[in-house]
């Protein structure tokens, strides 16, 4: 392996080395999910699941089932080529489909996109991923940015206009609906099937307790919900929804329909000012988690604060604030996705992995990309050369990217929640492909 060295010429050679090595895989990790895959035994299975999972797997008659669903076109998997995460991941995908255009593969997004409208057409929502297990629940809904990412180098209107009633329908039909509406006006979590499990452990083959099937909407498991998203209006999800709704405006617009243009627009400011009067404390000047059976802000500090900013909803003061506590995530290897360690609420978990000490790709990527929409290239750029410089460094010794990595102390060493850190391209080559970019082409 090369030795990685921090020198800024240095630096920047193994990052377009890397960058070269990214682009070559993107072929290698394309994935099918045709008649012939769904039918191979070796791609339904949960891939970490150890000896005792597949024995009550086996007890269950679960053994050989079927999970993996159709998709029309190739795509690239959570993990690419590597062996974890073999499914194609409703908000993965659009981390991945940044990286695809800033290599031009526009082949790939487009296949992208076409997989997650037939995801519509078929579910009434694009799926968490593309598994039988997946089938009551979607992921935070990104997937309308790649359409306008596409757009904006391609400038296809039958895509529009074949795109715009099936968003329309997913935004009213299943994140407007019941099961994720609450008395505030902003949207919960929540997987429709509300499954209970006698299987020991919760996690077994996709099954999962209601409170953790539903957190498994918005990322996976974490602290910040206090045990049960159910009963909050995750900031993630509304920030989201809230881009959703700006997307639709600017495609009704597009597509000539100026009435349902107006319309979305008036949604999304509808959302965004429930979302600074519920979760902003202008005494921390931060936004936070709302419970809003309790009516009180949770007080878990998580870069889940910024996706307001990526969303455009926070104002430039509110935006100030939160530049000012970048530094209760910022370490020397990237950005935590909790100020620290928090108790776990889940009782199946003595440690999760979308806390502290966790640095996570999308949300580097994230955080980089809102600080720049609002103009602190200075602090987006530093973010982006801490965590690329761990990602540079750890592929030099290892060989691998990595799903997540420990960025207080710089190496992938974490707590473990159900598995180990695993090797990952996915997001984790997005990240190397984007922050190189925001440090390099400044």
């Known amino acids: 392996m090369a030795k990685y060295t921090n020198n800024s010429k240095d630096f920047q050679k193994q990052w377009q080395k890397l960058d070269a090595q990214i682009r070559s895989w993107w072929d290698d990790d394309i994935r099918k999910a045709g008649e012939e895959q769904v039918c191979d035994p070796n791609l339904n299975k949960i891939w970490y699941a150890d000896e005792e999972h597949r024995r009550v797997e086996e007890q269950e008659g679960e053994q050989n089932a079927k999970t993996l669903l159709f998709l029309p076109f190739p795509y690239l998997s959570g993990g690419g080529s590597e062996s974890a995460f073999p499914e194609m991941y409703c908000w993965d995908i659009y981390f991945i489909n940044l990286a695809l255009a800033a290599h031009g593969r526009f082949d790939l997004i487009k296949n992208h996109i076409l997989n997650q409208l037939f995801s519509i057409e078929r579910f009434g929502m694009v799926l968490n991923g593309n598994r039988t297990y997946y089938l009551t629940r979607s992921q935070t809904p990104l ?8 757009f904006k180098h391609h400038r296809d209107r039958d895509l529009l206009a074949r795109a715009y009633p099936l968003l329309k329908k997913e935004y ?12 505030t006006g902003l949207a919960t979590n929540r997987d429709i099937a509300g499954l209970k499990t006698t299987v020991p452990d919760a996690h077994v083959a996709g099954r999962l307790r209601p409170e953790l099937a539903a957190e498994a909407e918005v990322l996976d498991f974490t602290s910040i919900f206090a045990g049960d998203v159910r009963k909050c209006v995750p900031l993630q999800t509304n ?89 209760r995530f910022e370490y020397p290897f990237g950005l935590t996705q909790t100020a620290k360690v928090y108790n776990s609420p889940h009782k199946e978990f003595a440690a999760l992995q979308w806390d502290y000490p966790s640095g996570w790709p999308p949300m580097q990527i994230m955080v ?8 602190y290239y200075q602090e987006a750029n530093r973010i982006a050369n801490a965590f690329l410089q761990l990602q540079i460094r750890a592929y030099n010794e290892t060989g691998n990217l990595w799903e997540k990595y420990n960025v207080v102390d710089g190496n992938t060493s974490l707590p473990r929640e159900r598995y180990d850190p695993v090797p990952l391209h996915g997001w984790s080559s997005a990240s190397a492909v984007l922050l190189g970019r925001r440090i390099f082409s400044a």
């Open 368 to 375: 980089a990309d809102s600080l720049a929409a609002y103009g």
């Open 239 to 327: 920030c989201a929804l809230v881009r959703y709704a700006k997307i639709l405006a600017w495609m009704a617009a597009e597509i000539g329909w100026e009435d349902e243009a107006g319309q979305w627009q008036n949604e999304a400011e509808r959302r965004a000012n429930k979302i600074r009067e519920l979760c902003w404390s202008e005494e921390e000047g931060f936004f936070f988690e709302y419970q809003f059976e309790k009516q009180e802000k949770l007080p878990y500090w998580s870069l889940a604060a910024y996706w307001t900013m990526w969303a455009g909803v926070a104002s430039e003061e509110q935006a100030a604030g939160l530049v000012e506590n970048l530094h």
């Open 172 to 183: 009213n039909e299943y994140w407007q609906a019941d099961h994720h509406q609450t008395p």
């Open 143 to 150: 997937h309308p940015a790649s359409i306008e990412l596409y």
